[in-house]
Structure formats: structure tokens, C-alpha cells
């Protein structure tokens, strides 16, 4: 039976080998620059509508491993552990200086990269931006 089995292998495996195709060499574009060659010439300019960070001052964590029963006629009991944890002493101000201190490193990236950040007040005579768009 064992050497029925290998000779159905075998077959298997010299069938596939026959069917086998060769690949040409395929060239593949960068996916990163996917679509940007269109934006090359657009200026860089970055409007910034938003800038907000959610700050998690409580963590809370639960698992549960479900019980079952056992061979030989045996139970095993459900167990369920929880994880808790808060964070004291920490005032508004902190976080605002914080999320001043993120802003400011995020503007600053952008600045480097080339990006001129325009303001509502810049915006006015955009036809895009027209009340009642």
C-alpha cells in the first residue's frame, strides 16, 4: 500500500513538473510612486483643516478563558483576569503644552519636506472654498 501510495506521489509531483511554464523577466514598476508623477508640478501646499490628539488616561483590559469539559468526565472552570490602569497627577496644561509641542514638530516636518502651510485667511479667494459649495 505504502509504494501505491509513493508511485501516486510521484505522479503527482512529475505531472505538475510537466506543466510547469518559464516566466520572462517582467519589469515591475515602483508602487510608491504610483500616480505620482501627475502631482510633480502642483505646488506644495498644505492646508491644515484639524489637528487634534486623543490622550487615553484610563487602560482597561479583560480576558476570559472559557472552560470545557474533560475526558474522563471532568470539568475545567472558566477563568477571567482584568487589567485596569489609570493615570493620576497629570493637569490639562501638561497635555496642552504636549500636544503644542507635537503641532509644532508636525509643521516643522512638512516645512522641511518643501510644504508652504496657508492659512483660512489665505483660502478666501479660492473658488473651491466658497460658502455654499
Do not use: H
Request: glycine fraction near 10%; aromatic fraction near 10%; include cysteine.
Amino acid at each position: 500500500m505504502k509504494k501505491v501510495m509513493g508511485l501516486v506521489l510521484c505522479q503527482l509531483f512529475l505531472t505538475t513538473a510537466i506543466f510547469a511554464q518559464e516566466v520572462k523577466e517582467v519589469k515591475v514598476k515602483n508602487l510608491a510612486s504610483f500616480g505620482m508623477p501627475k502631482f510633480k508640478d502642483a505646488p506644495k501646499r498644505v492646508f491644515i483643516q484639524e489637528f487634534y490628539i486623543n490622550y487615553q488616561m484610563v487602560y482597561d483590559q479583560t480576558s476570559i478563558a472559557k472552560g470545557s469539559p474533560e475526558l474522563g468526565g471532568g470539568a475545567r472552570g472558566s477563568a477571567k483576569a482584568q487589567l485596569i490602569l489609570g493615570l493620576q497627577g497629570i493637569q490639562e496644561a501638561d497635555l496642552q503644552a504636549m500636544t503644542d509641542q507635537l503641532y509644532k514638530e508636525y509643521t516643522d516636518r512638512l516645512k522641511q519636506a518643501g510644504f508652504e502651510i496657508v492659512t483660512a485667511a489665505d483660502l478666501q479667494g479660492e473658488p473651491t472654498f466658497e460658502a455654499g459649495r
